[in-house]
């Protein structure tokens, strides 16, 4: 097809009209959320310090920091399945001045598994953008027998109920729950607040068995402290390439992950949710911290706030549908 060099100049200006447009509109919206935004944000964490959601957003705090010209306080509220940070988050003002670090248990699974949560995953929160995704790891203290998820069924049989688990959060939690009922096992949970306790537990023999990221065992595992029965996701992980899926261990349909991702009360400013999605997915779409997120055995995603939102209301879905076919009890 034939374009003349008028009409192609044209459009060549058109582009670069469009593009300095939409660069001007993006700066305008920064400078909006940047005028609104006039003392230190907090950033909550729903668990101790150390675990999978305290690290990644430490990762991320320069960009928040640099996109609003404030700098970001994170404040952990270690509490059982995350309920406590969350809640404050959900009735702080939404004027850009606190924003929290959700997961998949915060803002998915608690929906169903609290006959009464004091907030709404999808209705008190402006979802912001998803950090990253990973599989569990069904963790183990050395003194259990074996090496594959066989082993631990049949060792969990022959005493049924006397293995504890050690509950860091509510998709650990219901993970373990729904592959404890498609095995036939009977175990007894021990809730923690938050990753780094359950894996002091899980070293120190207080507890025998855990669910927990790729991330949280790998030094564990390295040191010989822990061992690996099988991750949850249908790939194993990057970090933990010996450690088989379960699916090929032959537990078939079982795909529980593990994801995170950044949260704003409802009603807060589209313009500050729009200011900090971009400067999260910014960061993590760079070279070096997209290896940091690698090294750590997560994969990273940066969504828009309408995807995230959906991921959130396919995940409700998703983990209602497991609490009630496997039996598991509300709290």
């Not at 207080?206 to 595992?221: F, I, V």
């Amino acid at each position: 097809m034939f374009i003349s060099p008028l009409t192609l100049h044209y459009l060549r200006a058109t582009a670069l009209a469009f593009t300095a447009s939409m660069v001007t509109a993006v700066l305008s919206t920064d400078a909006v959320a940047q005028s609104a935004v006039k003392r230190p944000i907090r950033a909550l964490v729903a668990s101790a310090a150390g675990g999978p959601s305290d690290i990644q957003i430490r990762l991320l705090v320069p960009a928040l920091t640099a996109a609003f010209g404030q700098s970001v306080i994170v404040d952990n509220r270690p509490s059982n399945n995350g309920v406590v940070a969350t809640e404050i988050a959900a009735r702080s003002p939404p004027d850009g001045h606190t924003f929290t670090v959700g997961n998949s248990g915060t803002h998915a699974v608690n929906a169903t598994l609290y006959a009464q949560l004091p907030y709404d995953p999808v209705r008190d929160f402006a979802a912001i953008t998803q950090f990253s995704t990973t599989g569990m790891v069904v963790a183990a203290n050395p003194r259990l027998p074996g090496t594959a998820i066989g082993d631990l069924a049949a060792a969990a049989k022959k005493q049924p109920g006397k293995l504890n688990v050690a509950i860091p959060g509510a998709t650990g939690e219901i993970a373990g729950d729904a592959l404890w009922a498609q095995l036939g096992l009977q175990m007894t949970n021990v809730r923690y607040k938050g990753s780094a306790p359950s894996e002091l537990a899980l070293v120190s023999g207080e507890a025998d068995l855990s669910l927990l990221t790729p991330l949280a065992t790998l030094t564990h595992l390295q040191a010989g402290k822990l061992k690996a029965y099988g991750v949850t996701s249908p790939q194993r992980s990057p970090i933990l390439p010996d450690v088989p899926t379960l699916a090929e261990q032959g537990v078939q349909g079982f795909d529980i992950q593990f994801w995170n991702g950044l949260f704003a009360p409802a009603k807060t400013p589209a313009t500050i949710v729009r200011t900090a999605q971009r400067a999260i997915a910014q960061a993590l779409r760079e070279p070096e911290t997209a290896e940091r997120f690698k090294q750590l055995g997560l994969a990273t995603v940066g969504n828009t706030p309408e995807e995230f939102t959906e991921i959130v209301k396919r995940d409700v879905a998703k983990f209602r549908k497991i609490i009630i076919d496997s039996g598991i009890p509300r709290l």
